[in-house]
């Protein structure tokens, strides 16, 4: 199937730092990105829309100024946390959306595998 | 807008046995799609099985199949002969296939726990 890349898998880091977080398509262009935050034992929640070379459609509730989203190729989208606190400490997952038809389309999102964000 | 309701906050089964899982939705769009994902203790997302609400027959993979009922706006997944690694969290979700971001909408989920 689909192939979607996330890095890193697991990060920590110190209060008032910035993280990056890569959510990459590997064998596939994806026209859609989306970023999820998920809290223990608790369902995903979406928090952006990304598409290539247009700014991201954030979620009601979520700060664009705290959750940066650049979407630079078909291929490639970034997710920033700047100045984590500990209350940004979650599971982030991404995943990629690839059109309505040809290989992979069969499912609407193809997910990574997540990056669990520790804030010390 | 769409919501997706999963009234089951956690389940169990022993193993070899079957199970049912209950996921409502309620929407006025007339063409969808509906998913059941897997998501095991290593937090990985996997995609179960996948209705089209233009199909009447329901969709079925291996052990796992649904039961779909559109007028009823009900769709339940059917685990048969349990296994161990079945044990995990299990989202319903739901997609308008008209629309243009393709946005899934997610149930709060339910913990199968297989026991053996």
């Given at each position: 199937g689909a192939v979607v890349s996330q890095h890193p898998s697991w990060v920590i880091c110190?209060?008032?730092t910035s993280v990056k977080i890569e959510c990459r398509s590997l064998d596939f262009q994806a026209t859609t990105m989306f970023w999820y935050r998920q809290f223990p034992k608790q369902s995903l929640m979406l928090m952006a829309t990304s598409n290539e070379g247009s700014k991201a459609t954030y979620e009601q509730g979520v700060e664009k100024d705290k959750f940066l989203i650049n979407h630079a190729s078909l291929t490639l989208s970034?997710?920033?946390?700047?100045?984590?606190?500990p209350e940004d400490s979650s599971f982030y997952i991404c995943s990629a959306r690839v059109g309505n038809t040809g290989r992979y389309s069969n499912q609407p999102?193809?997910?990574g595998d997540g990056t669990r964000l520790s804030i010390l | 807008a769409q919501t997706v309701t999963q009234s089951q906050p956690e389940m169990s089964v022993q193993e070899a046995e079957t199970v049912t899982l209950s996921c409502t939705y309620d929407t006025s769009e007339s063409d969808y799609y509906l998913f059941w994902?897997?998501?095991?203790?290593?937090?990985?997302?996997?995609?179960?099985?996948?209705?089209?609400?233009y199909k009447q027959q329901n969709a079925t993979e291996n052990r796992f199949s649904v039961n779909f009922q559109k007028a009823a706006k009900s769709f339940s997944l059917k685990i048969s002969d349990s296994q161990l690694g079945d044990a995990a969290m299990y989202f319903c979700a739901y997609v308008n296939s008209g629309g243009s971001n393709y946005k899934l909408t997610f149930g709060k989920g339910t913990l199968?726990?297989?026991?053996p």
């Open positions: 110190k209060s008032g970034t997710l920033t946390v700047t100045s984590a606190h999102q193809h997910f | 994902y897997k998501q095991p203790p290593s937090r990985q997302m996997i995609l179960v099985i996948r209705q089209e609400a199968l726990t297989v026991n």
